[in-house]
């Protein structure tokens, strides 16, 4: 998975040295049971993408991104990147020599953070959904 702040110093994971997991698209299952509960009145979970330890939820307010610590994967650090944050975002799809696809946010006060996702994965719906909640 990479993620990565480029402005105001480096939020809680570890956006600079994850750059080796990609992220793939995962049932809502998955990773819904730890997720709802932090979700407020009317949130609803949209999409979910997972890397080998670490995962993002999609939701109807912000993207939480899930850091997995420890060897024991019991402790976790949640951050949330509310969509009314985004002041910019970018989608770059997959191609012939570079399978990864890539969404981009810039968010005020923080600068851009950066997801890499695996190939496959609808980079359209991705880009209809930050739109609908951003725009």
């Known amino acids: 998975m990479r993620y990565r702040c480029l402005s105001m110093g480096e939020l809680v ?3 600079q040295n994850a750059s080796y997991i990609k992220l793939g698209q995962v049932p809502l299952s998955e990773i819904s049971g730890q997720l709802q509960p932090l979700l ?8 979910a993408f997972k890397g080998m330890r670490d995962y993002i939820g999609f939701t109807s307010k912000r993207i939480i991104a899930v850091n997995v610590q ?20 970018s989608i770059e799809t997959a191609g012939t020599f570079d399978l990864d696809a890539e969404l981009e946010l810039w968010f ?8 890499e996702f695996k190939g496959k994965t609808d980079v359209a719906y991705l880009n209809k959904l930050v739109a609908h909640y951003v725009l």
Not at 40 to 47: I, P, T
Not at 108 to 115: D, M, Q, T
């Open 70 to 89: 420890g060897i024991t994967g019991k402790k976790k650090d949640f951050t949330s990147l509310p969509f009314s944050k985004v002041q910019a975002f």
């Open 40 to 47: 407020v009145e009317g949130e609803e979970l949209f999409a």
């Open 108 to 115: 005020s006060g923080l600068g851009k953070v950066k997801f």
């Open 13 to 15: 994971i570890d956006f």
